[in-house]
């Protein structure tokens, strides 16, 4: 499963989105983009948020956060620093090229991760999976809003037709929901809070994960099956 995108590619990819990836993409992501940040600050805190891109994000976290945002596209990452000093976002305490799945923080440091639009496009989801879980507290939180790919009928074999191009472009559209199941059943420490459909089409999906306590991990077996039934259907918030 890794080795599906290589660095070199995102890092092309993403330096020729920059200076237009707001214009294409800045609407089509709005509503995953803004409920991730809603969930995200229901626990509020520090939060770190991977793949912050442009930073557009940024403008919508509320001032009593610290938000750390970290990209692997230093190009992207121009543009963050650029909406942090035009619209004085004093809540951001640093921005940061880094890779996703080797993270520089302490375990345990964040009380939410937030990754927008990004485990699709980094070369071992996995790895970036466990690195998100690793510097999360216990009791916090690791928030997806992601495109997930068909399990069947004609959008599936299209998104697999698709993928050698989608790769070029830096990321891969068929990726399925099984593999953060797998992910979540081999990893032992969270378990799966939240998925449910977002626009556009219900094509996309926010997804939540709770950190557990070392002493209540779940068993690998109980963890797969309580992935795997959410895998049909989209959970109900909790409120406000």
């Known amino acids: 499963m890794t080795g599906e995108i290589d660095s070199s590619t ?36 520090r939060i770190l948020d991977v793949g912050i891109g442009t930073g557009i994000s940024l403008i919508d976290y509320a001032r009593s956060n610290h938000v750390v945002g970290v990209d692997y596209s230093e190009a992207m990452l121009r543009k963050a620093h650029e909406r942090v000093r035009a619209h004085k976002l004093d809540h951001v305490a640093a921005l940061a090229v880094m890779d996703a799945q080797r993270l520089g923080f302490a375990d345990g440091y964040f009380d939410v991760v937030v990754a927008q639009y990004v485990i699709t496009a980094v070369p071992d989801p996995e790895q970036s999976l466990d690195e998100f879980a690793r510097v999360v507290r216990p009791g916090g939180e690791i928030i997806l809003v992601n495109h997930l790919g068909a399990e069947h009928g004609f959008r599936r074999l299209f ?17 399925a929901w099984e593999r953060l199941a797998r992910w979540v059943a081999q990893h032992g420490g969270v378990r799966l809070i939240e998925r449910r459909p977002m626009p556009p089409l219900g094509h996309f999906s926010l997804i939540r994960f709770e950190r557990l306590p070392a002493r209540i991990a779940m068993p690998r ?17 909790p409120a406000a």
């Open 221 to 237: 077996e109980a963890a797969m099956t309580a992935a795997s039934a959410a895998g049909g259907r989209a959970e109900q918030p």
């Open 159 to 175: 998104e697999q037709a698709f993928a050698p191009i989608a790769r070029r472009l830096g990321w891969r559209p068929e990726f």
């Open 10 to 45: 995102v890092v092309k990819a993403y330096a020729r989105w920059a200076p237009v990836y707001d214009l294409v993409f800045g609407k089509v992501f709005e509503r995953g983009r803004k409920a991730s940040i809603v969930a995200a600050e229901r626990i509020g805190g």
